[in-house]
């Protein structure tokens, strides 16, 4: 997908890990949270064998050859997938472009015939909280939260 003349979003793999993981790791720590490849962020350490290869999905969004964003999805069920890795660097917000990520995973969300999406994320990051619900996604109590997370939410879509 093109976003604009050098911002375009693309499939991530594990040649992306180092990069990915740099970029959340900055985003995280502006935050005061924190990253373990062992625990909550072992998908990290293999996108390609725990996203492609289980039904979900990976993308990255380029700035020319610089990382900037990432978004993901991650199969629950036949009908549920989890949005997740939603980052973008603090220099490219107040674009559109967290809002072109998640028009981008919606999309695909839909593509792979998902019916509902649902996300966990933290309450201190209030810049995505605000963008989830602006795309629609409503908080739930009936699922738990888990790592750095605290706040569950879920959209229904259309297929």
Known sequence: MTVGETLYIRRADNNDRQRIWDLIFTILSSYGLN????????????IEANYWRQKGAFYVLMDGEELIGTV???YVSKTVCE?????LASDYRGRGLGRKLLH???QQAEARGFSEVVLKTASVLKEA???YRRAGFVQVADQE???NCDVVMSRKISC
């Open 35 to 46: 990253m373990d490849a062992e625990t909550i962020d072992h998908d990290l350490t293999d």
């Open 72 to 74: 993901a999805l991650h």
């Open 83 to 87: 949005l997740g890795r939603m980052y």
């Open 104 to 106: 981008h995973a919606l």
């Open 129 to 131: 909280l605000s963008l």
């Open 145 to 147: 939260p888990g790592g």
